[in-house]
């Protein structure tokens, strides 16, 4: 048995992009220019900016209050503050560092030292506690991960997007995502980063995005809480044509199911989960994800308004919405009012970055996405 690689063909199907004649394999290539590679990248990195800076002003802000105050959002509700930096991208880039300077063979324990070196402030919940793990009590990833009350928070989840975006192959963004996600999390936090990676990594080839949906659930054990909820959100999606009638329903069900995460809890963890601090959980805001990319229909202005009227952790969700369509369109089909605000400008806080273009990013992302696929990625072929 012998397997060929080709990019062309009638062939019948033996498994995805894989054919078989008689006792030969043929693997078919899919096609990636550096081009569209680079402007999915750059698409996915405003788009990430600008859902956070939508988001970020209505952060934990309840529902009712954001309909009432703002009604149907269709831009920024403020002007965008000179040089704002949101904790979630400190994160990514610190991933974009740990690449650059390890190679792309690295694991969680490289990434958790690569947060030592980089990292000093602006840290929350489930990232704090593995930052304090790791200076104060010398425990490494991916026990930091486990060891730490906020494991499920959606920390995870809000940092997925650079892993799918070096890794235009969803197995391999799935390996990043789990491994970066050990740092502070585990179970469904874990999951959660595992999900967006894959969302990502799907855009650049499939713009369907219920289809990708579909497919990124492939990659999540049918028995945890996170494939539970993404379900949830699909079938609510299929029943009711009204996203808020949806979100009421999904946070009912989230009432229910958080007491019996509070039941199972430790007498810390339940007063954390007792609180509207259990919005900054990783699983409503997964289901809030999934309804404003669905009610959305890869319409991007109106997928990351869905995301940020729904309230919730609404940075991390705009965010993550914002990148996943902005890889599907691509940075010049995002409208203009959205991404001229920006002025390309990236502002953060690590030691060795504070500021910087956005399409300066995107190079230096796909700069580290051509060398993974052309290494780790046998069934896609860059070309010029």
């Not at 309230?311 to 369509?325: R, W």
Request: proline letters at 3%.
């Amino acid at each position: 048995m012998r397997v060929i690689y080709c990019s062309i063909g009638n062939l019948k199907c033996f498994k995805e992009n894989v054919y078989l004649i008689n006792t030969t394999y043929v693997i078919i290539m899919k096609k990636l220019t550096k081009e569209k590679y680079y402007d999915a990248v750059y698409g996915s990195w405003l788009g990430r900016c600008i859902g956070s800076r939508l988001g970020a002003p209505l952060e934990l802000k309840p529902y009712l209050w954001i309909k009432k105050r703002y009604g149907e959002i269709n831009n920024y509700i403020k002007p965008l503050k000179e040089k704002y930096v949101n904790d979630d991208e400190m994160y990514e880039i610190v991933g974009l560092l740990t690449l650059e300077r390890h190679g792309i063979d690295i694991n969680s324990k490289i990434i958790g030292e690569e947060w030592l070196r980089e990292l000093y402030t602006m840290m929350f919940t489930a990232e704090k506690a593995a930052y304090n793990n790791m200076k104060k009590r010398g425990i490494m990833p991916p026990e930091s991960g486990k060891k730490n009350i906020y494991y499920d928070f959606i920390g995870g989840q809000m940092k997925g997007d650079i892993w799918g975006q070096i890794a235009p192959c969803p197995e391999i963004a799935a390996h990043y995502a789990k491994i970066d996600g050990e740092v502070a999390h585990s179970g469904d936090g874990i999951l959660g980063e595992i999900f967006i990676a894959v969302l990502i990594s799907l855009g650049f080839f499939n713009p369907n995005i219920k289809e990708n949906i579909n497919e990124a659930l492939k990659y999540i054990p049918v028995d945890s809480n996170y494939h539970r909820f993404i379900k949830l959100a699909i079938n609510l999606h299929s029943r009711y044509s009204n996203w808020r009638y949806s979100l009421r329903k999904l946070k009912g069900y989230w009432r229910k199911f958080k007491k019996e995460l509070i039941s199972q809890s430790s007498i810390k963890r339940k007063t954390i989960l007792m609180t509207p601090f259990s919005a900054v959980h990783v699983l409503p805001n997964a289901s809030i994800i999934t309804l404003s990319l669905l009610y959305g229909n890869n319409d991007f202005e109106k997928s990351i308004c869905i995301a940020a009227m729904c309230g919730f952790d609404t940075d991390c969700n705009c965010g993550n919405v914002g990148a996943i369509l902005g890889t599907i369109c691509g940075a010049q089909n995002i409208p203009h009012k959205w991404k001229d605000p920006l002025n390309d400008m990236f502002y953060t806080k690590t030691r060795s970055i504070k500021e910087i273009k956005i399409s300066e990013i995107a190079k230096r992302v796909c700069r580290i996405g051509e060398k993974i696929i052309q290494n780790k990625c046998n069934n896609i072929l860059l070309i010029d």
